[in-house]
């Protein structure tokens, strides 16, 4: 079982930024694509960006050059950088561990992590 657990959310004005963290309890980036998603109310999930196992990393076209993912394998930890943000990225926003095929084959499942608001508002 692996525990992921978001941080770095809150209230912020338009324009600015904010660091979301990812904490897994364990380090499964080889083995896994580690994901933001968001949500926001009456919205369905959507992703936001992935970072592969191999360090490569995408982005939805909402957020391409304004959100930053990167991992730092030493601490087990995702981030997200949100540059000039808007009230459209107002949402609950999600950690994901999405399991490579290997990780499947040894019978490990995807992880969610509970959420971190981030609500954009003057």
């Known amino acids: 079982q692996v525990q992921l657990v978001e941080s770095g959310g809150g209230l912020v004005q338009p324009e600015g930024s904010l660091r979301l963290s990812c904490v897994a309890s364990?380090?499964?980036?080889?083995?896994?694509?580690m994901n933001w998603y968001r949500q926001a109310p009456g919205n369905q999930r959507e992703l936001v960006a992935a970072?592969?196992?191999?360090?490569?990393?995408a982005y939805a076209d909402s957020v391409k050059g304004r959100f930053t993912i990167s991992r730092d394998n030493t601490k087990n930890t995702v981030y997200l950088q949100m540059n000039s943000l808007s009230p459209e990225d107002t949402a609950v926003y999600y950690c994901?561990?999405?399991?490579?095929?290997?990780?499947?084959?040894?019978?490990?499942?995807?992880?969610w992590g509970q959420g971190t608001q981030v609500t954009v508002s003057s």
């Open positions: 364990r380090n499964i980036f080889a083995i896994y694509t």
């Open positions: 970072i592969f196992s191999d360090g490569t990393a």
């Open positions: 994901n561990a999405d399991p490579s095929q290997v990780a499947r084959d040894y019978g490990l499942g995807p992880y």
